[in-house]
C-alpha cells in the first residue's frame, strides 16, 4: 500500500509544476517519507510535453533529473487519486475548485500553504534568471510549507481510505 498522493499543477506543466514536483518529492525522501506519490499536471497542460529547458538545467544543477517528465492535463480521475492538490496560481485553484466541487477541499496554493497570498510567477519565455527566482521561490515554499504539506495531505489520506 503506498502512501498519500500529492499533485502539483500549474498551466502547461512544464516550467513550475515538474519544479515543484521533483523538490516536493526531494523533501519527502530525505524525510523518509518513501512511498508516498508526488505527481504534476497543467490546467491547459497538452499531454506529453518535456519540461522547459531552464527547468530541465537548473534541477540538473542540484542533483534532480526531470528529463523523463511528460506533460499531462488536470482531470477528474487524476484529482480523485490525490490527497493534496498544490497550485501555482490561485487562477488554477478557483478554476479546479470551481469544475471540481467535490475535490475543492484538497485544493491550495503553495503560498496558501505557508500563509501567504498571490502565485509563483510564471518564468515561460523568460530568462534563466526569471527561471532562477521561480525555482528558489518554490524551494524556499515547498522547505518553509513542508510540515502543512505532510499533515494535509496525511489527513485527506486518512479520509480516503475511509471512503473507500
Known amino acids: 500500500m503506498s502512501g498519500p498522493h500529492i499533485l502539483?499543477?500549474?498551466?502547461?506543466?512544464?516550467?513550475?509544476?515538474?519544479?515543484?514536483?521533483?523538490?516536493?518529492?526531494?523533501?519527502?525522501?530525505?524525510?523518509?517519507?518513501?512511498?508516498?506519490?508526488?505527481?504534476?499536471?497543467?490546467?491547459?497542460?497538452?499531454?506529453?510535453?518535456?519540461?522547459?529547458?531552464?527547468?530541465?538545467?537548473?534541477?540538473?544543477?542540484?542533483?534532480?533529473?526531470?528529463?523523463?517528465?511528460?506533460?499531462?492535463?488536470?482531470?477528474?480521475?487524476?484529482?480523485?487519486?490525490?490527497?493534496?492538490?498544490?497550485?501555482?496560481?490561485?487562477?488554477?485553484?478557483?478554476?479546479m475548485q470551481k469544475a471540481f466541487p467535490t475535490q475543492r477541499d484538497k485544493i491550495y496554493t503553495l503560498r496558501q500553504i505557508v500563509g501567504e497570498r498571490g502565485s509563483v510567477r510564471d518564468p515561460y519565455g523568460g530568462s534563466r534568471r526569471q527561471y532562477e527566482r521561480m525555482v528558489t521561490e518554490l524551494e524556499l515554499l515547498i522547505e518553509a510549507g513542508f510540515p502543512r504539506i505532510q499533515t494535509l495531505a496525511w489527513e485527506n489520506y486518512e479520509k480516503r481510505g475511509e471512503d473507500g
Not at 29 to 42: C, E, F, H, I, Y
Not at 57 to 64: I, T
Not at 68 to 94: A, F, I, N, W, Y
Open 8 to 95: 502539483v499543477v500549474c498551466t502547461a506543466n512544464i516550467c513550475r509544476s515538474p519544479v515543484g514536483e521533483a523538490l516536493l518529492r526531494q523533501q519527502l525522501q530525505k524525510a523518509g517519507l518513501v512511498d508516498w506519490t508526488v505527481s504534476s499536471a497543467g490546467t491547459w497542460a497538452m499531454a506529453g510535453n518535456q519540461a522547459s529547458q531552464f527547468s530541465m538545467l537548473l534541477l540538473e544543477e542540484r542533483g534532480l533529473d526531470i528529463q523523463l517528465h511528460r506533460s499531462q492535463p488536470v482531470t477528474g480521475s487524476l484529482l480523485q487519486q490525490c490527497d493534496l492538490v498544490l497550485c501555482m496560481e490561485t487562477t488554477h485553484q478557483k478554476e
